[in-house]
């Protein structure tokens, strides 16, 4: 897997600039470290779907959100992807934790990337086989985005059987477990729509520390 130094040093809050040298030895060590141990998967199901004003109705279950029914306008058929790192990322942090907080943020930066290059990965492939039938895929959109409230987790879980099938459940307070996961919705369109805003730049929360501002 080829990490992206540089969304590694943005999540660790290095906006623009790299790090000093001895640092960037201490990421480079973690970053061979995961990838040693790390092996990541996913599952994905394709589910008809009816965008409407004030959300997103998949099975007869409504996914309350405008800016997801926006995401998803003019798509008859969407995407239910989830991917994780497994439990061995979760034990990897939590040995860098006690050793050192220092060496747990690079950690929880480098899985942070791991997770989002894999996924990257796994959505072109899936475009590449649409394309062939005439479909393109809306970008990713999470629960936790915009105004999608982390609460679906339950309902996306339910129609996924995520727990069955990846090994990937919910806390009480709906967060995934293991905790380096994402679920997400991808929209079907017989429409292209190149040029179209995608992960930071498509998320509303413009106070968010890890916004990418750059893409």
């Given at each position: 897997?080829?990490?992206?130094?540089?969304?590694?040093?943005?999540?660790?809050?290095?906006?623009?600039?790299?790090?000093?040298?001895?640092?960037?030895?201490?990421?480079?060590?973690?970053?061979?470290?995961?990838?040693?141990?790390?092996?990541?998967?996913?599952?994905?199901?394709?589910?008809?779907?009816?965008?409407?004003?004030?959300?997103?109705?998949?099975?007869?279950?409504?996914?309350?959100?405008?800016?997801?029914?926006?995401?998803?306008?003019?798509?008859?058929?969407?995407?239910?992807?989830?991917?994780?790192?497994?439990?061995?990322?979760?034990?990897?942090?939590?040995?860098?934790?006690?050793?050192?907080?220092?060496?747990?943020?690079?950690?929880?930066a480098v899985?942070?990337?791991?997770?989002?290059?894999?996924?990257?990965?796994?959505?072109?492939?899936?475009?590449?086989?649409?394309?062939?039938?005439?479909?393109?895929?809306?970008?990713?959109?999470?629960?936790?985005?915009?105004?999608?409230?982390?609460?679906?987790?339950?309902?996306?879980?339910?129609?996924?059987d995520c727990?069955?099938?990846?090994?990937?459940?919910l806390t009480?307070?709906?967060?995934?477990?293991?905790?380096?996961?994402?679920?997400?919705?991808?929209?079907?369109?017989?429409?292209?729509?190149?040029?179209?805003?995608?992960?930071?730049?498509?998320?509303?929360?413009?106070?968010?520390?890890?916004?990418?501002?750059?893409?």
């Open positions: 897997m080829e990490i992206r130094r540089r969304e590694v040093w943005r999540y660790l809050g290095y906006q623009g600039t790299a790090p000093q040298p001895a640092e960037q030895q201490k990421i480079e060590a973690v970053i061979a470290q995961l990838e040693r141990s790390v092996a990541p998967r996913h599952i994905y199901l394709e589910k008809a779907c009816c965008a409407e004003r004030d959300g997103v109705v998949i099975e007869g279950i409504l996914f309350p959100s405008a800016l997801l029914a926006r995401n998803l306008a003019g798509c008859g058929r969407v995407i239910l992807i989830a991917a994780t790192l497994g439990v061995e990322a979760d034990l990897q942090v939590r040995r860098y934790q006690a050793r050192s907080m220092a060496d747990a943020a690079i950690a929880q899985c942070a990337e791991m997770l989002e290059y894999y996924l990257d990965g796994v959505c072109r492939e899936i475009a590449a086989e649409k394309e062939r039938s005439g479909l393109f895929l809306r970008p990713r959109y999470s629960p936790g985005y915009g105004d999608l409230a982390l609460e679906t987790q339950r309902d996306f879980f339910a129609l996924l727990r069955r099938r990846l090994g990937v459940s009480d307070g709906n967060m995934m477990t293991p905790t380096k996961s994402v679920t997400a919705f991808i929209g079907l369109s017989h429409t292209c729509r190149r040029g179209e805003k995608s992960g930071c730049q498509a998320c509303s929360k413009q106070d968010c520390a890890f916004r990418n501002w750059e893409s």
